[in-house]
């Protein structure tokens, strides 16, 4: 009887360890790096690009060239403050209350998790932005110049 109350112990004591180690996993994912290249390209690429493109950039905001997302836009706010998701248009735009100036236009919001993975890649300094589309290696495949992770 002795031993089987130690063995029941042993066994709840590595049940709450597991769980510990389950909570640091989760932490730790939530804070993993955003891959440009895997997940957001696809969703600029469906809902924004049409308009924010290279030629045709609405608002005088383009998700091409780094240097149309970052720069002032026709409001004279900032498209993408990298680092700083509240001082970027782009974030306040997704996130706005007034349908007629929330992004996408004329379209239902972007998902809840679609949004937050935009707000996250701009905390982490919006890296690889202005490499759409993705350029390829027509020798290997590989991805040129992307985030690769
Ligand atoms: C159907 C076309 C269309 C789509 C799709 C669209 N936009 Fe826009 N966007 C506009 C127009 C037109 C404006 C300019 C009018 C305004 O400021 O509301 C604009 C303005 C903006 C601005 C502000 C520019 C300024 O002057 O401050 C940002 C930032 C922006 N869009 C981001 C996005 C993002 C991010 C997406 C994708 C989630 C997106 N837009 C999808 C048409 C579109």
């Given at each position: ?35 440009f290249n895997a ?107 992307m985030?690769?992770?």
């Amino acid at each position: 009887m002795k031993g089987y109350i130690s063995k029941m112990e042993g066994v709840s004591a590595f049940y709450y360890f597991t769980i510990i180690v389950l909570l640091f996993a989760t932490v730790s994912c939530s804070e993993e790096r955003i891959s440009f290249n895997a997940q957001i390209r696809p969703i600029l690429n469906k809902n924004c690009v049409s308009c924010h493109g290279g030629i045709k950039q609405s608002g005088g905001f383009g998700l091409v060239f780094a240097e149309n997302a970052l720069r002032k836009t026709e409001s004279g706010k900032i498209g993408i403050v990298p680092g700083k998701p509240n001082q970027s248009e782009m974030y306040q735009r997704l996130v706005h209350h007034d349908p007629e100036q929330r992004m996408p236009l004329e379209e239902a919001p972007l998902k809840a998790s679609e949004i937050t993975l935009i707000k996250q890649w701009i905390e982490q300094g919006a890296q690889s932005l202005g490499l759409y589309p993705a350029t390829t290696s027509a020798a290997t495949g590989d991805p040129i110049g992307m985030d690769q992770q």
